[in-house]
């Protein structure tokens, strides 16, 4: 799997990171660095190697999707400035 050279530090850490450039889009940070927190705790005692093998492609999915996603946003905003200029 994929995954399994993704660090589970190196993970918690690009987790933490991630909600803070959330949190300067509107988001906010306290809370969402509590959620990153909160699931890693909750899951930090998992010792079924599959298991925590699962858990660690759900984050790295989880923050390859909001990547992706923030990417095509930052795109179709350009896309419309560009528009924009063309109007006026």
Request: charged share 35%; aromatic share 10%.
């Given at each position: 799997?994929?995954?399994?050279c993704y660090?589970?530090?190196?993970?918690?850490?690009?987790?933490?990171?991630?909600?803070?450039?959330?949190?300067?889009?509107g988001g906010?940070?306290?809370?969402?660095?509590?959620?990153?927190?909160?699931?890693?705790?909750?899951?930090?005692?998992e010792t079924?190697?599959?298991?925590?093998?699962?858990?660690?492609?759900?984050?790295?999915?989880?923050?390859?999707?909001?990547?992706?996603?923030?990417?095509?946003?930052?795109?179709?905003?350009?896309?419309?400035?560009?528009?924009?200029?063309?109007?006026?």
């Amino acid at each position: 799997m994929w995954a399994s050279c993704y660090p589970p530090v190196q993970l918690y850490r690009d987790c933490l990171r991630l909600a803070d450039y959330i949190s300067t889009q509107g988001g906010n940070r306290r809370v969402l660095r509590d959620q990153v927190r909160q699931a890693f705790k909750k899951n930090k005692d998992e010792t079924d190697p599959q298991r925590i093998e699962e858990q660690k492609e759900a984050a790295v999915r989880g923050l390859s999707n909001y990547m992706f996603h923030e990417a095509q946003r930052l795109a179709k905003e350009e896309v419309q400035k560009g528009n924009d200029k063309f109007d006026g």
